[in-house]
């Protein structure tokens, strides 16, 4: 069980959007709706932002949002801000659970 | 608001076997699924294994070998035994809840992590 493949680095300036990508296979992301991405500040917990793929936890902001296509989903931050500045993990749930590579966001 | 608290020693030697706890306050460990996730320095997460209120248990297959995870309802805890330490082992341990999405495939609630170093 590998785990699934996300950029080491995305950047943007404030105000701006980005996406992250997250690819698996056929077996795990393309299987089913099952994919959640975490927000993890330096020495910090990770922080639940999306799961099964779309859906939003109440309190975490709109600017979050996923999706996804075939073995590839993503993870967009719209209108970029300073706090947004951590890593982030995707994961995906097929009968057992496999993270992401995870993926560095910087605010530049 | 629930809370997660893990603990045992920070240090670990070869072969030993590592024991650590996971103390749920402020809700009911009853009825939920709780997993044992960890985080090698600089690196990124590997989930270790499940375990439901029950006593239904779920690994991680690259570790299931080594690995038993156990529940005490009464006690409103959780425990992870991982076998045969080496140096790959040394990690931030956290346990968290399955909660919030109705399948269970997300992790809500998290404890804040205690570092375990392998030490020979």
């Known amino acids: 069980q590998s785990a699934l493949t996300q950029p080491a680095s995305v950047s943007g300036s404030p105000g701006q959007s980005i996406t992250i990508s997250c690819t698996g296979t056929?077996?795990?992301?393309?299987?089913?709706?099952?994919v959640s991405w975490y927000q993890q500040h330096p020495g910090k917990a990770p922080e639940l932002m999306i799961y099964?793929?779309?859906k939003r936890p109440s309190g975490v902001s709109g600017r979050f949002s996923g999706s996804k296509s075939g073995n590839t989903a993503s993870l967009t931050i719209s209108g970029l801000q300073a706090e947004d500045e951590a890593d982030y993990y995707c994961?995906?749930?097929?009968?057992?659970?496999?993270f992401g590579t995870g993926t560095k966001v910087t605010v530049l | 608001q629930v809370q997660l608290q893990e603990s045992g020693p920070g240090l670990v030697k070869p072969s030993e076997t590592l024991s650590l706890t996971c103390t749920v306050s402020g809700g009911f460990i009853s009825g939920y699924y709780w997993s044992w996730i960890r985080q090698p320095p600089g690196k990124g997460l590997e989930w270790i294994g499940y375990i439901f209120s029950s006593g239904t248990t779920n690994y991680n297959p690259s570790l299931k070998n080594r690995v038993t995870i156990s529940v005490d309802t009464t006690k409103n805890q959780f425990s992870l035994k991982l076998r045969s330490l080496t140096a790959a082992d040394t990690a931030v341990y956290y346990c968290a809840r399955q909660g919030y999405c109705d399948t269970t495939s997300c992790f809500d609630y998290w404890g804040q992590g205690t570092l375990v170093t392998f030490s020979s």
């Open positions: 994961c995906s749930y097929a009968g057992s659970f496999v």
């Open positions: 056929s077996s795990d992301v393309g299987s089913y709706n099952l």
């Open positions: 099964e793929v779309t």
